[in-house]
């Protein structure tokens, strides 16, 4: 039963009878089938389901709708044709921002660069100096000099210009590492390589000893004379304190290695004085089967056994013997091999005369050697 205060219940349209054609309207719903039981669809291929062929030639003009004018979608076409062309000034640049982000990138104080800067700041275990980067270096109070440091208020006060070696590069506040000590020591092993090319002798204070030699300090630098080296290598302790005159044997900056020699500097010192037809004196050290070695004041000679004596020699002995002082003329000088050849023979007034009269020759030995270096001359100019 209808009551008349409820509206009456739409009343469903009427299935067109078959073989009838629906009433056309504005929008036609879609012909309902019933049900029938069909096999499954075969699953769609990417190129069905995704099928732009149909959008090929469109622009985003023609996506979105019309603009009400064919103008329009021309001109939409057009600039999609034309590239597309953009000044700086579209992108907002910005050239002292540009400019500011450079400089902080701006990387001051590679490892090994010496730099010049100035105090700025000092702290009890080091001091800042400004090098120009966008933090201040630091130098750790061990790297401000070779030596040591007890007030580094006085040594390094604000404001004072320093020359540093930069030893490790800038960390993640822009700080790097500076060194005044690495830069003397670099200096001093140019100062000391210099020195050896040049075949220097120097002098130096002996600060210590071991089993093996001495210590001492050069330019800075730690340098061992080995007990072979010395003088008076028997008694090396009591060298400290002493000054010595040194030479070079071993000079290496990475291996941190300085090896000195006095005895090669007492030799040089002597080759300096020595020249070819000088009469030397000195004592006989050694006895060789083919000579003599004859000290000559810090160095030895050579004479050897065809420049004794003008005579035959059956054994060295009946010359002269070990400890036994003697005059002779130098004949040949080798500063590179540290060699002087010495000669008895040329001081004789015949052949033999040594082995005869040895005293006489050694008391003439003045005047003799005056006469042989004549002869000597003349045997130069004779065979040049």
Same mark, same amino acid.
């Given at each position: 039963?209808?009551?008349? +205060?409820?509206?009456?219940?739409? @009343? ?20 309902? *089938? ?6 499954p669809a075969a699953p769609r291929t990417d190129d069905e389901l995704f099928d732009l062929g149909g959008m090929e030639?469109?622009?985003? %003009? ?67 100096? +400004? ?16 030596? @040591? ?22 960390n993640a506040d822009g700080m790097v590492t500076v060194s005044a000590r690495a830069l003397a020591l670099r200096h ?47 008694? *090396? ?8 005159? @040194? ?17 090669? %500097?007492?030799?040089? %010192? ?85 082995? @005869? +009269? ?24 004779? %065979?040049?």
């Amino acid at each position: 039963m209808i009551k008349k +205060d409820q509206p009456a219940a739409p @009343v469903p349209a009427a299935a067109p009878a078959a073989g009838q054609q629906a009433p056309a309207s504005p929008r036609a719903a879609a012909p309902v *089938h019933p049900p029938q039981s069909q096999p499954p669809a075969a699953p769609r291929t990417d190129d069905e389901l995704f099928d732009l062929g149909g959008m090929e030639g469109l622009t985003m %003009a023609d996506l979105l709708g019309p603009d009400g004018s064919r103008q329009g979608r021309s001109r939409a076409a057009e600039s999609a044709d034309r590239p597309v062309s953009r000044s700086v000034d579209e992108f907002d640049f910005d050239e002292q921002a540009f400019l500011a982000a450079l400089d902080e990138q701006d990387f001051v104080g590679s490892t090994g660069e010496v730099v010049t800067g100035v105090v700025v700041g000092l702290e009890s275990d080091g001091v800042y100096v +400004d090098i120009g980067g966008k933090a201040p270096g630091f130098m750790p109070k061990k790297e401000a000099a070779l030596g @040591v440091i007890t007030n580094l208020k006085e040594r390094f006060p604000s404001g004072t210009a320093v020359e540093v070696l930069v030893t490790r590069e800038q960390n993640a506040d822009g700080m790097v590492t500076v060194s005044a000590r690495a830069l003397a020591l670099r200096h001093s092993w140019e100062k000391v390589r210099a020195l050896e090319k040049d075949g220097k002798v120097v002098q130096v204070k002996v600060s210590g000893f071991n089993r093996g030699g001495v210590t001492c300090d050069l330019e800075g630098l730690r340098g061992f004379i080995p007990r072979s080296q010395l003088v008076e290598g028997e008694n *090396h302790e009591a060298l400290v304190g002493k000054t010595l005159g @040194v030479t070079f044997l071993e000079v290496n900056a990475e291996t941190r290695k300085l090896v000195l020699s006095e005895k090669k %500097a007492a030799t040089a %010192a002597r080759f300096s004085q020595l020249e070819v037809g000088q009469l030397v004196e000195g004592v006989v050290v050694s006895v060789k089967p083919y000579g003599f070695f004859v000290d000559l004041g810090g160095i030895s000679g050579l004479l050897h056994a065809s420049c004794i004596t003008g005579a035959d020699l059956r054994d060295l002995r009946q010359a002269f013997s070990q400890g036994e002082r003697l005059c002779a003329l130098v004949t040949d000088l080798d500063p590179g091999r540290g060699r002087i050849a010495l000669n008895t023979a040329l001081l004789e007034g015949q052949a033999g005369e040594l082995l @005869v +009269d040895k005293q006489r020759v050694m008391e003439e030995a003045a005047d003799r050697a005056n006469r042989a270096r004549s002869q000597l001359r003349q045997q130069e100019q004779a %065979a040049g």
